[in-house]
Every structure is written in C-alpha cells, then in structure tokens.
C-alpha cells in the first residue's frame, strides 16, 4: 500500500483535529478524512432503530450488516449508509455517546479498516481520528498527535454547537468530554494513544492559526518539494 503520502492526524475529542487537519488538507492542496464519522454514521442509523442501550452483541451485528461508505472532499467527509447520505445526522451529544461506545468494538473497528487504508492508498490524504497513526497507517511518514487540557475542549465544543443553535450545559459537555476520553484511552482494541513516533501539540494556549503554522512548517520539512517547500 503506498500511504507514504499520508499525514495521520491522532487525539482527543475536542483537541481541534478535524479543523485542523481540513485547513492542513487545504493549505496542501490534499484530501482531507475525518474518520470519526464511520462510528458516527453507525451511532446515528443504530438511534433511528431504537437501539441506544442495546448489548454490545446487538450493536456488532447492526455494524456489521451496515453498508458505510465515506467520501473525502476538501472540505467535509460525507457518509453513506446503504447510500442514504446521513452526513447531516452526526453532531449530536446523543450521536458522540453511542458513536464512542460503537468505537469500542472490536468487531466494528475491523469493519471499517478497509474503507479507511483504501482512501489513504491513493496518498495525497490528511486523515484523522484515533488510530490514524498508530492501526490504520502505522507507516505514514507524518503523525500528529494533538491535544489540550479538558476544559479547554469542553469550551471549544461548547462553542460549537451553539452556533449550531444548541445551548448545552458546559459542564455536562466537559462531563462528556471526560467520559469519552475514558472510553477512548481504555478500551482495548485500537484505544487512542500517543504513536512513538508523532509529533505532539499541546494546543491549550495556541490559538488555531498557531498550530496550523507549525504543522505546515513540519509538512514542508518532511515531504519537501513534494508539498512545493
Ligand atoms: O472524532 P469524533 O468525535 O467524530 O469520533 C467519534 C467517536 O469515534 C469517538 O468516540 C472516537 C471514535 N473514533 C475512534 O475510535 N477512532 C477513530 N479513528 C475515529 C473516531
């Protein structure tokens, strides 16, 4: 597989990947993947169907009988399931909830490797999630790893979906953020983790503009006259 163009974008939620690696992906000229709207597409299909706190076998089987199927693009990743583009159903607390506990199966995990190594085979891709660096594109020459303290992501979040006209509470969105983080960094397969080889931004006192610089400034050093440096 030739994913040596492939720069893995690694952290968690709320730490500014997915605006992040989109502006990258842009300044670039790259296609950009955020893949954590596979478990999202799952999440928001499994809610329609009543299956909120189904058992874990329930949900791997639902999974596993999903048609997914993503699209990069410059600027969004669209997903369809059974071609339905249900791209449009992801940005609830309810979705990050069930999408996290889909994210820790095993079974479902495995399920959308394929699609994600497929979409970074061609190269030319700025992809990003919590396994990006270290399962899905152990080999990319590029691994971010970005972070930020809690409070500061709850705040980002928060933000966030205000302008998306929901007015949730801040602290249950920071009780949120810390329950995925748990959920993320514990489960066995996959969890989210730092891969040895990436280059880590703390982003707590780094306004967006910052850490953009320094990760195109890491871009142009590692691949060179291949990004036009
Ligand atoms: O990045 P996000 O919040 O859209 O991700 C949704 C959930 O999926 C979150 O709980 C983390 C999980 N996820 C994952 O385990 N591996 C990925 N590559 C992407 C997301």
Redesign the pocket.
């Known amino acids: 597989m030739d994913s040596s163009r492939v720069i893995a974008i ?1 952290g968690p ?2 730490s500014g ?2 605006t992040l690696a989109r502006r990258l992906a842009a300044a670039l000229g790259w296609r950009f993947l ?7 597409a799952m ?1 928001a299909v499994a809610l329609e169907r009543g299956l909120a706190s189904a058992p874990p076998e329930d949900l791997v089987r639902f999974a596993l009988g999903l048609d997914l199927d993503v699209k990069t693009g410059s600027d969004q990743s669209r997903v369809t399931v059974g071609g339905r583009d249900v791209t449009g159903l ?1 940005r609830t607390p309810e979705v ?1 909830t069930l ?2 506990r ?3 199966l095993a079974e479902a ?1 495995e399920s959308v490797k394929g699609i ?1 190594r497929r979409l970074g085979s061609s190269g030319r891709l700025v992809t ?5 660096g270290t399962a ?1 594109f152990p080999e990319a020459r590029l691994k971010f790893f970005l972070t930020a303290a809690p409070e500061a992501r709850a705040e980002r979040r928060y933000r966030e979906l205000l302008a998306r006209g929901r007015d949730d509470s801040p602290e249950a969105i920071l009780a949120e953020i810390k329950a ?1 983080d748990r ?2 960094q514990e ?1 066995e397969t ?1 969890p ?1 983790k730092e891969a040895p080889d990436a280059f880590r931004v703390d982003s707590t006192a780094l306004s967006e503009d910052e850490v953009l610089s320094l990760m195109l400034a890491r871009a142009r050093e590692v691949f060179g006259k291949e990004v036009g440096a």
């Open positions: 690694d939620a709320g990947k997915s955020d893949t954590g709207v596979l478990y999202r999440a992801l990050s999408a996290s889909f994210a820790s995990r994600q990003e999630g919590r396994d990006q899905i995925r959920q993320d489960r996959d989210l």
